[in-house]
């Protein structure tokens, strides 16, 4: 036991003071060279007229903030959508939850422009619902249509579906330039209000999947056996997904579709801390935060000073790993 709790809090203090090395680095560094003494001065002694100072206010803090809230968020519904489909191919990005989000979101500034920033991640939310509702609908009507690759690849069609009809809406009315910014990641310019708002509706998505961590380590044993155990499956589901929508439709409202942390990171705490959610979401959510932060610092710089989006980086990482899971657990026994 003793092992074990050491073991633990070593992770959690390796990966804290990572995400805190990770995040000083993002807010010294970018593409315009700030001295360390004016970073400093920015949060003691702020002027308003000062360039440099407002950069790092308004600019660099709310970006480091916000891709640590944002890769927790994506890497935790990751993890719950695994633990409740058993499913090991399950993420926002593949179930076409950040491809319904985009399309919603894409519509309402079409057709509904000037919505308040907590109207638009309503409608992020509603997207990301409606997103995977569609494609577990349209898995449900397939034979063995809700198997890991086949669920994966109807995904994959209806949010390449929801992405194209919204390219063309967009392109149609002239708003191709706004949009495109959903579509290719906005870590770069972070509204700071809309951050500060949609923080709350995160959290209260990671209370839902904390709360429900112990049921969803059940509930990935199997339906039968969680019912022999008394559970109500049907209650942890609801709030499961209830979680999934609060924490991808926040993540997408924020910066766009960021993919494959919801893929990678729960596959990974898994091999280090084991089966048990508990850990798991947690884990998920310190490792996500960590891991996105790296890959913003790594999109400034892969092309210095031109930024490469962030959702490139991610997705050099992310598919090498998703065809590596096709090969290693992608056999008839899964499919």
Not at 15 to 24: D, E, L, N, Q
Not at 175 to 198: E, F, G
Request: glycine residues 8%.
């Amino acid at each position: 036991m003793n092992q074990l709790i050491k073991k633990h809090f070593f992770l959690i203090v390796i990966a804290s003071i990572f995400i805190i090395v990770v995040t000083i680095i993002s807010v010294l560094f970018g593409t315009k060279d700030i001295s360390f003494s004016t970073v400093l001065e920015a949060f003691v002694s702020f002027d308003e007229e000062n360039v440099d100072h407002q950069i790092v206010r308004y600019s660099r803090v709310p970006r480091a903030i916000a891709v640590l809230f944002i890769g927790g968020f994506l890497a935790v519904s990751g993890a719950i959508m695994q633990g409740i489909t058993r499913n090991y191919l399950a993420s926002p990005t593949l179930m076409g939850i950040n491809d319904g989000s985009s399309f919603l979101i894409t519509l309402a500034i079409v057709f509904v422009p000037n919505l308040s920033n907590y109207q638009m991640i309503l409608i992020s939310m509603i997207g990301s619902a409606l997103g995977a509702s569609l494609v577990f609908g349209f898995g449900s009507l397939i034979k063995n249509g809700l198997s890991p690759i086949r669920l994966a690849i109807i995904g994959t069609i209806i949010g390449t579906f929801l992405s194209s009809v919204a390219s063309a809406i967009a392109m149609y009315f002239q708003v191709s330039q706004t949009v495109a910014a959903w579509y290719n990641t906005k870590v770069q310019v972070i509204d700071p209000n809309m951050l500060y708002i949609s923080i709350p509706f995160g959290i209260i998505g990671l209370a839902f999947a904390m709360t429900t961590a112990r049921a969803i380590s059940i509930t990935s044993l199997g339906e039968d056996v969680a019912v022999s155990l008394g559970q109500k499956t049907k209650t942890v589901k609801l709030i499961s997904i209830l979680s999934v929508v609060l924490l991808t439709g926040t993540a997408v409202a924020l910066v766009g579709k960021i993919s494959f942390i919801g893929l990678v990171i729960p596959h990974v705490i898994r091999f280090i801390v084991g089966e048990d959610y508990r850990y798991i979401i947690p884990y998920s959510l310190v490792f996500g935060a960590f891991f996105l932060s790296l890959c913003d610092l790594i999109s400034r710089y892969l092309n210095f000073p031109y930024e490469t989006p962030i959702g490139v980086v991610t997705a050099m990482i992310g598919v090498p790993f998703f065809l590596y899971l096709i090969r290693t657990r992608g056999g008839g026994k899964h499919a």
